[in-house]
C-alpha cells in the first residue's frame, strides 16, 4: 500500500541546535515534495519545493534533500529558535496530479 | 493579490443541516484543491479541479459532499445533512500545474 510517515513522535531540541526530520514514502513515483509548516489552527505555510531531479535544496536557515533511491527528504533546520516550534508537514505530488500528505511532526525548540 | 481566501473561518452547526464554505484562490492559479484535516492529523485530500474542471474524487468522500468551481474561479465546498463526523477543518489550496501549492487558513467546522 502507498505510504507517507513522518516521524509520529514530537521533536525536543536546544535552542541553535539543527533540526532534522523525516519524511519517508513507498509505492509513490513523486514529481516533486514539498515541505509546510502548520501552527495550531491555521492552513499550512507553503516553506519549500524539491523536485525528482534535485538533491538538496536551501532557503535562508532550511535545507531539504529528496534521495528517490532511499525514498526520503530530509528537512533541516539549521540555528533553530523557539519561534521555529510548529508541526511540520511533507507533502507529495504524485504523477495523479495531486498533493498527499503525511501526518506531521510536531517541532519544539526549547530556549 | 493576498493569497488564497477561505469564508468562513468558524462554523458551527446542527447536526442534519446543511452547510457551504467558499475559497477564492491565488488569481493566476488554475488548480484548486479541497482538503479535511482532523487534530494530529495531515490534510486528507478530498477533490481537485484543474480551471473548471473537477478531475478527481477522494473515494472517501461520501455523497453528501459536493463541489464546484463555476468559471474556473472561486469554488465552493457543500455537505449536505451534516454529521458529528464532519467536524473538522476545511482546507482549500491553489497553485499553478505542478508548482508551489499554497493553503488558505481554513474553515472549522463544528457539527452539535
Known amino acids: 500500500s502507498q505510504k507517507i510517515e513522518q516521524n509520529s513522535e514530537a521533536l525536543n531540541i536546544q535552542e541553535g541546535k539543527t533540526a532534522t526530520l523525516t519524511c519517508n514514502y513507498t509505492n509513490y513515483s513523486p514529481a516533486y515534495l514539498q515541505w509546510y509548516r502548520q501552527d495550531p489552527g491555521r492552513g499550512p505555510v507553503f516553506l519549500l519545493l524539491i523536485r525528482e531531479n534535485e538533491k538538496e535544496k536551501r532557503k535562508e536557515r532550511l535545507k531539504v534533500t529528496f534521495d528517490t533511491t532511499l525514498k526520503q527528504s530530509l528537512f533541516h533546520i539549521t540555528a533553530s529558535q523557539p519561534a521555529d516550534s510548529a508541526t511540520y508537514l511533507c507533502?507529495?505530488?504524485?504523477?495523479?496530479?495531486?498533493?498527499?500528505f503525511g501526518q506531521g511532526t510536531e517541532l519544539s525548540v526549547k530556549p | 493579490d493576498t493569497g488564497v481566501s477561505q469564508d468562513p473561518r468558524h462554523k458551527i452547526t446542527k447536526r442534519g443541516q446543511n452547510v457551504t464554505f467558499r475559497c477564492d484562490p491565488i488569481s493566476e492559479h488554475n488548480r484548486l484543491y479541497w482538503y479535511r484535516q482532523t487534530l494530529g492529523q495531515g490534510p486528507e485530500f478530498l477533490t481537485y479541479?484543474?480551471?473548471?474542471?473537477?478531475?478527481?474524487k477522494s473515494r472517501l468522500l461520501s455523497d453528501r459532499f459536493s463541489a464546484e468551481r463555476p468559471k474556473g474561479s472561486f469554488s465552493t465546498l457543500e455537505i449536505q445533512r451534516t454529521e458529528q463526523g464532519d467536524s473538522a477543518m476545511y482546507l482549500c489550496?491553489?497553485?499553478?500545474?505542478?508548482?508551489?501549492?499554497?493553503f488558505g487558513q481554513g474553515t472549522r467546522l463544528t457539527v452539535v
Open positions: 479541479f484543474q480551471n473548471e474542471a473537477q478531475l478527481e
Open positions: 489550496a491553489s497553485s499553478l500545474a505542478e508548482g508551489e501549492t499554497f
Open positions: 507533502a507529495l505530488y504524485n504523477q495523479g496530479g495531486k498533493l498527499i
